[in-house]
């Protein structure tokens, strides 16, 4: 009796670090700590149990997502076993709003006068300077 309550009960926290929507679970507490999970539109707290159908929203680094809970999982599991213990009702439009940001943001290219010189600037100012 007492293996099946446990295997019923889940933490928040856990719950989200187990379906990898944060890489540790300190980043999962500290998420729950502001306001960054809700359930049903109320701050979740870490330490809440988790439910088969519940419906939470997340903010995290990169995007907004909104998952229900398909199935309970207490261990850490790669990608692909880990994303059938959750379903993705995130909408369309916060999907490609998160990849148009996530291409700008990261296109490679250093801004203009920003940052480390390049070896052609470094030589230039070596020039400008009689350095050699």
Partial sequence: MAEAEKSEKLRL???????????????ATDACNANKVKYEGEPAKP?????????YEVR?????????VTGLLHNRLKYSEAIKYYADLTPPEEIEKA???????????RLSKI??????????????????
Avoid: C
């Fill in 115 to 132: 940052g480390r010189p390049t070896k052609k600037d470094r030589r230039d100012l070596d020039n400008f300077m009689g350095w050699e």
């Fill in 47 to 55: 330490g809440k149990n988790v439910h088969l159908g519940d419906i």
């Fill in 13 to 27: 926290d856990k719950y989200l670090w187990s379906i990898r929507l944060f890489k540790t679970r300190r980043l």
């Fill in 60 to 68: 995290t680094e990169g995007r907004k997502w909104v998952i229900k």
């Fill in 99 to 109: 990849k148009v940001q996530a291409a700008a943001f990261f296109s490679g290219k």
